[in-house]
């Protein structure tokens, strides 16, 4: 037997180079998680893989402030936990409340009509939060709907809507909620319960700081009884939990349903332990006061936020490419020049603005003044008129005045 394809002329192992990660993820892994990643592969129904699994719903539920038993991590990025809240809440001919306030509301009401159900749209305008009231007349012109859908941080703009307003209007009106947390998680405050939010799903990559590919997801008891009653089949046999539930579920024996991602998965259990030891009121705080510093830099420039400042996202920082700015080049010469990445504008927002994230590890004093010093220097060399030093003279103020830094 010979090969009839031919050997590739260049064969090489290809390293990643080393990036400061301040885009709308993935963030910065601490060498912890990396270290975790790194261990050798066991099975995944070894008993010490078992054992991970089962602290990490524990850690999970801490992080997400839940008591819901249905609390594990989807195997796959945060698009497939959306899409398993969505396959197995929506049976066809459903109507569901999907608010659309950027790209990501987009995407759910995709999600709903593959689902065969209905999408009934809420729009607010991208950079503002969703409208509570809004809901509400949504809700009460269509007293059929079954469930309430919407994004709590909306990475596209960088806006933060009021999810336990949003749950209050949706439950008064018989209504469950699914909620996006996929950038809100770890970076700021998610109270599941006491918001009352059914179904939600998060990402590993962006304020848990681990690598893409896993998605934390949770479940009321009120939501696993929808889905247990279900009149037809999840039409995902991947997603459907009622199978998942037989694998990630209690103290029950195992059985197979996929190959978990068992490496990616003992990663994601330990940056829950380094957000656990932190503890969920500190690490909020550290996005804040970074944001601020972040924040007071921009202005010293004279550069505007997306989103009006009650709104604002600590870890997600949406700013206007200023005037005569060419957008692709300065992103590019931040790449390039000093190995940091943010993020460009999506849809309506494509090519007018950049998204600084400020998620979980990269969310560190030393990366904001790397990121303004860096952008200042390249917004000088565009031509545009700033006073050199400013920027970074700001952020150390703001950072005083949180008491990062000692007066
Ligand atoms: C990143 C993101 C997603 C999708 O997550 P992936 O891991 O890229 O699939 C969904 N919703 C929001 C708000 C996000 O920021």
Redesign the pocket.
Known sequence: MTTTIARPDKIASLPAPKRILMG??PSDIHPRVLAALGQPVIGHLDPACVAMMDDLKRLLRYAFQTNNELTFAVS???????ETCFVNLVEPGNKVIVCRNG??GG?MIENVQRAGGTAVVVEDTWGEPVDPQKVEDALKQNPDAKLVAF?H????TGAQSDAAAIAAVAEKHGCLVIA?T??SLGGTKVLLDQWGIDAT?S????CLSCT??L?PVSFSARAVERIKARKTKVQSWFMDLNLVLEYWGGAAKRTYHHTAPVNSLFALHESLVMLAEEGLEKAWARHRNNHLALKAGFEAMGLKFVVREEARLPQLNAIYVPEGVADAEVRTRLLTEYNLEIGAGLGPLAGKVWRFGLMGYSSRPENVMLCLSALESVLASSGYALKAGAAEAAAKQAYTASGVVAA
């Not at 990025?77 to 959306?82: A, F, L, R």
């Not at 990402?203 to 962006?206: A, D, V």
């Open positions: 709308p993820g796959g990025p945060g698009s497939v936990g959306m790209v990501f995407r994004v941080a909306e990475t596209s996006d996929v950038t799903y990402g590993s990559q962006k893409p590919g998605s």
